[in-house]
Structures are given as structure tokens and as C-alpha cells.
């Protein structure tokens, strides 16, 4: 079976709660059980390209918003489980320093941004 996680945070790039633990180790066992399976998030600020060796893919996504237009890029690296992790780069949205919220307080487009997020994922399915 194919399996694509598509998820807020995934250890060991981004971390807020037990999502990141679930989506960053559940993998590993699909994969032994002989899924095919792939990872997608957010390129948030935090997650550093450097650090990941997050090459650019030669791909330009666009998703249709309402009468607007959003691009997104898309970053990829393999986990040292050899799973593949993309990343949807879009400075607009993913670009803050953190994943919901800052100084306990959640991001007022967060709605948006999930919906941003699902919708861009469906372009690349």
C-alpha cells in the first residue's frame, strides 16, 4: 500500500506534541510491514534546510484560492530510516518561528493555514 502522512510537525524537524512522535516513528513500522510510506509538512523558519540537506525539487506547485493563486516549492530529504520527507515551502504561510502559535498564543490565520496546507497537499496527490 501507498501511504502519505501529511502532518503539522514530524520529529526529528519539528516538535510541539506526541504528533511529532506518532508521525515520525509510525513509519518505520509501515515500512517493515512492506508499505510504501512518505512523509509531507510544512517547511516552517524552524526547521533548518541547512541542518536537513533540503535540496528544492525541480516542481512549482499552485493551488487555486478562491480567485488567487498561491505557489508553493517543494523540499525533500531522506530520514535515516530511508523514509521520504517533503516539505511545502510558502513564505506566507509556513515561514513563522513557530508551529501554532507564539508566546502561548495561537496564530490567528491558523485555520488558514491548515486549509493551505490540506489544499496544497491535494495538488501534489
Known amino acids: 500500500m501507498n501511504i502519505l502522512m501529511?502532518?503539522?510537525e514530524c520529529v526529528p524537524f519539528v516538535k510541539v506534541?506526541?504528533?511529532?512522535?506518532?508521525?515520525?516513528?509510525?513509519?518505520?513500522?509501515?515500512e517493515k510491514a512492506k508499505h510504501?510510506?512518505?512523509?509531507?509538512?510544512?517547511?516552517?523558519?524552524s526547521i533548518d534546510g541547512k541542518k536537513y540537506n533540503l535540496p528544492t525539487l525541480p516542481y512549482k506547485l499552485q493551488v487555486q484560492?478562491?480567485?488567487n493563486t498561491e505557489s508553493f516549492r517543494l523540499k525533500y530529504c531522506l530520514t535515516e530510516d530511508n523514509i521520504s520527507v517533503y516539505f511545502i515551502e510558502n513564505m506566507r504561510f509556513f515561514n513563522s518561528?513557530?508551529?501554532?502559535?507564539a508566546s502561548g498564543l495561537d496564530y490567528a490565520d491558523n485555520k488558514e493555514r491548515i486549509?493551505?496546507?490540506?489544499?496544497?497537499?491535494?495538488?501534489i496527490c
Do not use: C, E, M
Open 6 to 8: 501529511a502532518t503539522t
Open 17 to 30: 506534541g506526541g504528533l511529532a512522535d506518532v508521525a515520525g516513528t509510525l513509519p518505520k513500522y509501515l
Open 36 to 45: 510504501d510510506v512518505r512523509i509531507i509538512l510544512p517547511k516552517y523558519q
Open 65 to 67: 484560492i478562491g480567485k
Open 97 to 101: 518561528s513557530g508551529v501554532y502559535g
Open 115 to 123: 486549509y493551505i496546507f490540506s489544499k496544497s497537499n491535494a495538488g
